[in-house]
């Protein structure tokens, strides 16, 4: 069955980076569409960025523009967040998706979600 396991996350410093990395198994990566959401506490889920099929295209959220960079590796079947210029606002549990249509994304519904890695930036 296809898993995605995140991992990366942890306490960083308003100013700073971190990189998340998403491997999934039981798919073909280069058919889905991968991608990051985060949900913060007492706040409802948010698309972060997402990237297509074969890695040609690339989506952000606008409150990530010009921070956060998402990119793939297909002979690693791995998907990466790097997050720069970190803000405390963007303390969130950060979920790494996969979805072989893009307009799930729209819709915040991917088919597949992995567990979850906290991210949290103090001030």
């Known amino acids: 069955q296809v898993q995605l396991v995140e991992s990366g996350g942890g306490l960083v410093q308003a100013g700073g980076s971190l990189r998340l990395s998403c491997a999934a198994s039981?798919?073909?990566?280069?058919?889905?569409?991968m991608g990051w959401f985060r949900q913060a506490p007492g706040k409802e889920r948010e698309f972060v960025a997402a990237?297509?099929?074969?890695?040609?295209?690339?989506y952000n959220a606008d409150s990530v523009k010009g921070r956060f960079t998402i990119s793939g590796n297909n002979t690693k079947n791995t998907v990466y967040l790097q997050m720069n210029s970190l803000k405390p606002e963007d303390t969130a549990v950060y979920y790494c998706?996969?979805?072989?249509?893009?307009?799930?994304?729209?819709?915040?519904?991917?088919?597949?979600w992995g567990q979850g890695t906290q991210v949290t930036v103090s001030s």
């Open positions: 998706t996969a979805d072989p249509i893009f307009d799930t994304y729209y819709s915040g519904s991917p088919n597949y």
């Open positions: 039981g798919l073909t990566f280069s058919n889905y569409v």
């Open positions: 990237i297509s099929r074969g890695g040609y295209s690339t």
